[in-house]
């Protein structure tokens, strides 16, 4: 029996224990029934097809990101004047020059967007922290989120137990080096 036919009759199988229905009859489009795990209670839309491209990175010393893909997908030169803009929580940076008092000016440079201090307020960024950047669609502008913001979106806020780890203290560490000698003090008498 060939392979392959073999795996389609196994995986058929599967998704019919999973789904509790014959694994053909997915909606349209759906190639041999297969669907994407979803988690439960966490309401996705449906693809529209359009492709995002997205990068995940930290904020540096210099309030610098990593953004090069996600630059590249929406047709930034490889150096420009950008502009950021903060409306509600929502963050977006495209090419050009402010020409409203909520914009703020900044600048892309060898792949790193410099986050303004608007911005970094808006999202509660210091360095070291995680940044998650994705092209918009048909745009040429960048949606900017904190990625503990989308992280915790997508698992849902931390459990008793998430709260206990937050809460015990961490022991400080010794330096490898160690203390210079002292003479011993005199016993007292």
């Known amino acids: 029996m060939d392979d392959g036919l073999d795996k389609k009759h196994r995986t058929s199988a599967f998704l019919t224990g999973m789904r509790g229905t014959q694994a053909n009859e997915g909606p349209p489009g759906d190639v041999l029934g297969v669907v994407h795990a979803r988690r439960q209670g966490l309401a996705l839309p449906a693809r529209d097809g359009a492709r995002r491209v997205g990068s995940l990175g930290c904020m540096d010393a210099q309030n610098r990101v990593h953004v090069t893909e996600a ?22 940076a495209w090419p050009g020059t ?40 048909g745009t040429g ?9 989308v992280l915790q979106a ?35 008498s």
């Not at 630059?71 to 420009?80: I, K, L, M, S, Y």
């Open 71 to 92: 630059a590249r997908a929406a047709g930034w030169a490889p150096e420009c004047a950008v502009v950021v803009s903060v409306d509600g929580g929502a963050v977006r």
């Open 154 to 188: 997508l698992t849902g806020p931390a459990g008793p137990f998430g709260q206990a780890v937050a809460a015990t203290p961490v022991p400080v560490r010794r330096s490898g080096v160690k203390a210079a000698w002292r003479p011993a003090e005199p016993a007292a």
């Open 98 to 137: 402010p020409m409203h008092p909520t914009q703020s000016p900044t600048r892309f440079k060898a792949g790193r967007l410099t986050l303004p201090r608007p911005v970094r307020a808006v999202l509660g960024l210091v360095a070291g922290d995680q940044v998650m950047v994705a092209s918009e669609p």
């Open 141 to 149: 502008a960048l949606v900017i989120a904190a990625a503990a913001d």
